[in-house]
């Protein structure tokens, strides 16, 4: 498509001549205006690429003055076409930044060289502005991200924040689930209507973010009618759009999908700042998934040990939670009773025999007061308060250790009468028959 230029010159002469020249030159003249005050409304219809402003005009306006409205409205490029070289007139036509100033009567090279330069240095200056304000986005995404930590509420967040920063027109970012459906979107600047994102989207995934979903980097579609089944078609039209998965720790949080400003061409420079703000995002969605994950957790970590902590305050046998430094962190009425302390008491002591996991064994317990008892230690790890421990369980056996000894020594005694009864029976019977009493001193023997 031709360069656009609007010419502003009050010799017809003169103008119709630079018509010509430009015309060879390969530019399309759009419009010509005599005067100063005519050149804000023929901008606006006829939106040219570049103006070539004559100084000395018609009217009250001359060109300069033309040259400072113009640049308050419309970021068009201007060269000044004028006889004019005094010294005040180059201050005041400076004041205006100017991409060019050609001296008349010109060369047409001279000419062609100027327009090209101008129109460069203009598309430079639209490029680094919209960098700027990309950049600008993505601080003002970065700190949203610090505050905002609802998904739907942050997402239309920098959906919006991407449109008021005129980085980009259009934008619409979507959440999928662990199973890859949509389950939120959010959208800014999209003003058709149609109907609801989510509904259409979860039926037919648009074809830019389903090459998204299947390949890494920023989908780039060079105008958005060719996007099949994609419902924002007549948003995008005409534009490049840039697609892209949010993806952190390879895990696939949803797509975000812009449409850059008219006349603007994707580049390096365009799609690594857009892989960047999807990265803010895609970490920020990871972040809030995983805080919510631990919550998650934590509820029902604390709701078992709520439930835990019901049956051993309910048990009849001593439980100890200890930690692995050996500190005591809980005890249920049962162990409190064992101890002769209070839970307080006991919470924050170092237990005095060593834990380790899945074992039993027999332990002394020094009580305050009274007389040490022996109980049965079983022991487990398990987590309390989020951390690793071990609960021991202790069972008072010291009754049982005195009905065992009193048994056995019942049965040292038995033993002992037994033995007492054969050697009795054999004297007496030694003195009535002594083969016999020496078959039982031999049998007792043998015993």
Request: proline content about 3%; hydrophobic content about 40%; aromatic content about 4%.
């Amino acid at each position: 498509m031709a360069v656009r230029i609007l010419v502003v010159e009050d010799e017809m002469i003169v103008a119709e001549d630079l018509r010509r020249t430009l015309g060879q030159l390969g530019y399309e003249v759009c419009g010509i205006v005599a005067t100063g005050e005519q050149v804000r409304h023929r901008v606006e219809v006829d939106q040219p690429d570049l103006i070539l402003m004559d100084i000395g005009l018609k009217g009250s306006m001359d060109g300069i003055e033309a040259a400072a409205d113009m640049n308050t409205r419309h970021a068009v490029p201007i060269i000044y076409l004028t006889a004019y070289t005094d010294p005040e007139t180059l201050k005041r036509a400076k004041l205006t930044n100017p991409f060019g100033y050609i001296i008349k009567p010109f060369e047409k090279r001279d000419l062609r060289t100027t327009i090209e330069m101008a129109l460069h240095k203009h598309q430079m200056e639209k490029k680094i502005t919209h960098l700027n304000t990309i950049l600008r986005a993505i601080r003002n995404v970065d700190r949203l991200i610090t505050t905002e930590k609802d998904t739907a509420k942050l997402i239309q967040g920098i959906c919006q924040n991407l449109v008021d920063n005129r980085g980009y027109d259009n934008v619409w970012i979507a959440i999928t689930n662990p199973a890859g459906r949509i389950v939120t979107t959010a959208e800014a600047d999209i003003k058709q209507q149609r109907t609801p994102a989510t509904d259409v989207l979860t039926a037919a995934l648009p074809a830019c973010v389903k090459q998204a979903r299947t390949q890494r980097g920023v989908v780039v579609m060079s105008d958005a009618a060719a996007c099949t089944s994609c419902d924002f078609v007549s948003a995008f039209r005409g534009k490049h759009v840039l697609c892209v998965r949010l993806e952190s720790n390879q895990i696939i949080y949803g797509f975000m999908k812009a449409a850059l400003p008219t006349g603007f061409i994707v580049d390096d420079d365009e799609l690594a700042l857009f892989q960047e703000v999807a990265d803010d995002v895609a970490f920020n969605l990871h972040t809030i998934r995983m805080e919510q994950e631990r919550e998650r957790v934590e509820r029902e970590l604390r709701s078992s040990e709520h439930r835990l902590r019901k049956i051993i305050n309910r048990t009849a046998d001593g439980i100890i939670i200890v930690d692995r430094q050996g500190t005591v962190c809980f005890a249920n009425p049962a162990a409190q009773g064992m101890f002769g302390l209070s839970e307080q008491e006991l919470t924050g002591t170092i237990f005095g025999s060593p834990v380790t996991s899945e074992e039993t064994t027999e332990i002394s317990l020094v009580r305050v007061g009274v007389k040490p008892i022996t109980a049965e230690m079983r022991t487990a790890e398990i987590q309390w308060e989020g951390k690793p421990a071990y609960l021991a369980s202790l069972r008072d056996i010291t009754d049982h250790k005195k009905i065992e000894q009193a048994l056995q020594q019942s049965v040292e005694k038995s033993q002992r009468i037994l033995q007492e009864t054969v050697q009795a029976l054999a004297i007496a019977l030694e003195k009535r028959d002594p083969y016999t009493a020496c078959l039982l001193y031999t049998s007792d023997a043998a015993d």
